[in-house]
């Protein structure tokens, strides 16, 4: 036979693990008349896996095979004696496969424990229906094959973790760099609130315990959590989250899980779930609270057993991840209601740690805007730019319900109005297009206080001068007679009547630009393209006149 002379193996194209033990295996069968060879392999815990099944006797149910050795204490002893053992016939043993295969009484057995190094890398078994199949001289022949069979099933493992490994930090490292990201940015405030969380995230990032993240939409769980990697010994490894909410089931599966080529419509590739990305780091799985319920015992298997099968495939996927959760409902309440699982709240709850909301962080407000401040100066024509006096005591005073995102935006937006320049309270007060109040004010206080200066009311508070109205925002609900009579007061205008006047007056405001960072797309927080289509359906054009 002519010798192959395709050269062309580099190691990119390495057999993979379930190849290479197919071949072995393939092999065996010339020397040994087996109907089923499996090799399974083990957690290093207490869990033995099936790794690849051959032979005529083998199925599929046989591929998602487990056992726990604790249950088997004759199998633990054979592991623990390293040697292989073949059953004799009459010989009472108790069955491997009896949930998944029907063998007969007094079938052919034979047992091998695959060691490397006086380290369990996993069992071989081989079966035949028939009685007396294997001869005792073929014992000492499969204690040799198991050896080879163990560096090969250690090897392959090992290849694969790296591989994955090596793919998920590229595609982690492409994620990262495609983002605006503030992933390598300080963690900024020293107030007493936040020296707690970070005393008790220093003490968990150790530990490889799933922590639960807790607090008020935009006080910065997201941050806490990369920060919480960061520190953990897994920071070598990758940081990978999934916002759960709005994740219809079908799409969450995938997400989490990754699927098979062919799995559905439209899956051409196989393709990782964020469990795979997250091999050997970190999963922050946020707003976990909103995971679909089918969704749910799939993920409690997979924190449970560390496995899980991708969409449409049925080999089992083992990654090593840490689980760090968020979630700003009550998730006691979920469990409750029975929208969220007991038992997956009770894994995924072991470290609680509160974030507090911006109400409780005092001067750390100051830190933070300086710190998103500081990062706006890098951008071109806003090396300048500071706070006033008024500024920073405006900011103290406001409550930030939106919290340290609103402190951001707000700061950002501030930048802009403020031409790079010298922010004025003001600047940061403009806060019509979103919910902020002054501590002291309510949201009736803080519209009537903004109309008490026309000019600023005109410039920054275009809804009030659209509508014309003395009170653009409805009175609280106190239930007086004064409010009563504030509520009648103005006028109820359409909704589109609404719209079209505060966009014209956006317009306005923003001398006609759409696009840009002054343009009126931005202060909307809508994109340009939607913007412009709002216009074409209320008739204004870019000057904010109406049309026709
Ligand atoms: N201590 C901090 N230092 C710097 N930036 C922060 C800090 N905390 C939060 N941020 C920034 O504020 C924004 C909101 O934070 P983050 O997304 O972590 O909040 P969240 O609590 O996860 O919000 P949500 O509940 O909406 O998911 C982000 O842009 C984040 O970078």
Redesign the pocket.
Known sequence: MPLHTDNSFIPGDALSSATTMDIVLDALKELVDYELAVVLGWDGKDTLRVHTAAGPLSSPRLAKFSLSLSGRPDLEALLRADRPKLFSEGEDHVDTYDEVLDLPEGHSCLVSPLILHGRTIGLLTLDNRRCGVFEPSVVSFIGVVSRLIAVALAQGEAARALRTQNETLAEERNRLLGQDS?AF?????TSPAWLEVIGLIKLVAAADTPVL?L???????????RVLHRLSPRSDGPFVAL?CSALPASLAESELFGHEKGSFTGAQGLRKGRFELAAGGTLFL??IGELPAEIQPKLLRALQEGCFERVGGERPVYTDVRIIA?T?VDLNKAVAEGRFREDLFYRVSVFPVR?PSLRERGQDVLQ?AE??LSRLRLRSGWSEAYFSPEALDGMLRREWTG???EL?NAVERAVILARGGRIEAVHLQNSEWQPGRTREQTGSDQASSLSREPGLNREFFPLAAALGSPRAVPASSSGSEADSADRAQPAILPLKEVQRRYVEAVLAFCEGRVYGPQGAARFLEIKPTTLQSMMDRLGVDRKGRKQG
């Open positions: 503030d940015r300080d963690f900024a405030g993240l607090g008020e939409t935009g006080v910065g769980k997201e941050e806490a959590a916002n946020d707003e968020a700003h974030i933070l710190l998103f919290n340290v995102r951001k």
